[in-house]
């Protein structure tokens, strides 16, 4: 998982754990952010975020929003936003498909084939019946 620098921790409230946090990036609830510093370094969703004591759902660049953390935050304590990556699943998942179509194809390939033998053969025993009834008429 990738992970893109947001901001950093200028503050936490250890009565009611919260770090007050200066952004760089945007954030949302429900974003996993990791929090990186000398003793710190655990990674959580975001579940409260709050600017000037409101709870807001979306955070933008360059406000000082609060966070309520599992764990205690220091003062310049990085954090990350992490970027799960989609495009890879996306990838695999058309692989899946592209698998799925090519083993259709083959089945239908394998039918019209059965078929084609089976009007080759048909054709065949019409062939030689014609033959039969003209070599009698002659």
């Excluded at 200066?22 to 000398?38: E, P, T």
């Excluded at 259709?104 to 059965?114: I, M, S």
């Amino acid at each position: 998982m990738a992970e893109k620098l947001i901001g950093k921790v200028t503050h936490y409230f250890t009565a009611i754990g919260v770090g007050a946090i200066k952004l760089k990036g945007k954030i949302k609830v429900g974003d996993v952010l990791r929090f990186k510093g000398a003793t710190t370094d655990f990674q959580q969703k975001v579940i409260s975020l709050q600017y000037n004591r409101q709870d807001i759902k979306e955070a933008k660049p360059g406000q000082e929003v609060g966070i309520k953390t599992e764990q205690r935050v220091r003062e310049d304590d990085k954090v990350f936003l992490v970027i799960e990556e989609k495009k890879k699943v996306a990838a695999k998942k058309t692989k899946k498909e592209t698998k799925k179509k090519k083993e259709v194809k083959k089945t239908k390939r394998a039918k019209k084939k059965t078929v084609d033998k089976k009007a080759k053969k048909a054709k065949s025993s019409k062939k030689t019946t014609k033959k039969k009834t003209t070599k009698r008429r002659r």
